[in-house]
């Protein structure tokens, strides 16, 4: 069972970038494609970008496209999100996601079978 833990969270000023760690463990990680959701409060989870087994592509949500750049390192099974010009409606927690599915660029929760606990982020401004 794949077990995932995000890292990198913090409080940062609006216009600032950050970059969100996540590492899993267990199963072949070449196997899932990952993703990032976030949850802001009162919020539902919000697909955030998910990048395919190999790393050679991904999708991005529409609040953060161009702003964001999602990566995978097959070697080391760590997926980072890179967020710039942070803005204070990106605060939320946000989570690392693992889908076995056989197709990926899912970007609905209920395709993605392990979490991490997930890492809260603050922007001010």
């Known amino acids: 069972q794949m077990q995932l833990v995000e890292s990198g969270g913090g409080l940062v000023q609006a216009g600032d970038s950050l970059r969100l760690s996540c590492a899993a463990s267990?199963?072949?990680?070449?196997?899932?494609?990952m993703a990032w959701f976030r949850q802001a409060p009162g919020k539902e989870r919000e697909f955030i970008s998910v990048?395919?087994?190999?790393?050679?592509?991904?999708i991005y949500g529409d609040s953060v496209k161009g702003r964001a750049t999602i990566s995978r390192d097959n070697a080391k099974n760590m997926v980072y999100l890179q967020m710039l010009s942070l803005k204070p409606e990106d605060t939320a927690v946000y989570y690392c996601?693992?889908?076995?599915?056989?197709?990926?660029?899912?970007?609905?929760?209920?395709?993605?079978?392990?979490w991490g606990q997930g890492t809260q982020v603050t922007v001010s401004s």
């Open positions: 267990g199963p072949t990680f070449t196997n899932y494609a």
């Open positions: 996601a693992a889908s076995d599915r056989t197709i990926w660029g899912l970007r609905t929760q209920t395709d993605y079978d392990y």
């Open positions: 990048i395919s087994w190999s790393g050679g592509n991904s």
